[in-house]
């Protein structure tokens, strides 16, 4: 199992542009989240989904969106990028089964400048 | 709003001794609360969870108790190694987060074990 994957590794972009931010498991984990982590600080929730087609708002969900149409990905979407968002973002996933233990992906380092 | 809050200073130690990490929480106890490890450039790796009910709980050298009364967590490292080297961050649900297990995370405290 390759586990949770995350494309691209980096990225930068101008303020304005959108991107999007891949994630896939091969775990057939139903629970999903979106973390970003800021330099000296904990990671924070933006996102999490519970299963396909179904999402909900993390602790920062502002200047962001998911969706979740298989079980497999959960892309996450920036429309207008600020430098504000400048971050590392990590996706997770847990089983029903133990749903207390987050797998980790390697995380994306975005810049917006 | 909920609190973590973990040593910012790095803890630095020398193998063979005992490593203790402290998270301390502001607000109401959590039904339970992880430990994670993270190294640079990666995402961080599940380690243990303690539930309220349990004062202590044990897997191979690291050993984790909770005071509810002194909103704390304690994680222990026996035995360290230079493979330890990492920071350890602690995690709690918020939001009714059992269900669905949605954390905040502490800032994470570095240590460094010198061989």
């Known amino acids: 199992n390759a586990g949770v994957t995350q494309t691209p590794k980096f990225r930068i972009l101008k303020i304005g542009q959108s991107m999007t931010l891949q994630c896939t498991q091969d775990?057939?984990?139903?629970?999903m989240y979106w973390y970003r982590q800021d330099p000296g600080m904990g990671l924070k929730l933006i996102y999490y989904s519970v299963g396909a087609g179904i999402t909900d708002k993390g602790e920062v969900p502002n200047g962001y969106n998911v969706s979740r149409s298989t079980t497999e990905d959960f892309p996450l979407r920036l429309e207008l990028a600020a430098p504000s968002q400048t971050s590392v973002y990590f996706c997770?996933?847990?089983?029903?089964?133990?749903?207390?233990?987050?797998?980790f992906g390697p995380g994306t380092r975005l810049t917006v400048t | 709003s909920q609190k973590i809050e973990q040593n910012s200073e790095a803890l630095n130690i020398q193998e063979g001794k005992t490593a203790t990490l402290t998270c301390n929480y502001t607000n109401y106890s959590p039904a339970y609360l992880q430990w994670y490890r993270q190294d640079p450039g990666r995402g961080p790796v599940f380690l243990l969870l303690?539930?309220?009910?349990?004062k202590e709980k044990r897997k191979e050298r690291l050993k984790v108790t909770f005071d509810t009364t002194l909103k704390q967590s304690l994680f222990h490292i026996t035995a360290s190694q230079p493979a330890d080297s990492a920071t350890y961050l602690c995690?709690?649900?918020f939001g009714g987060g059992g269900a669905t297990n949605k954390l905040i995370f502490g800032t994470g405290t570095l240590l460094a074990v010198q061989p």
């Open positions: 303690i539930r309220e009910n349990e």
């Open positions: 995690a709690l649900p």
């Open positions: 775990m057939n984990h139903n629970y």
């Open positions: 997770a996933s847990s089983s029903v089964e133990e749903i207390y233990e987050q797998y």
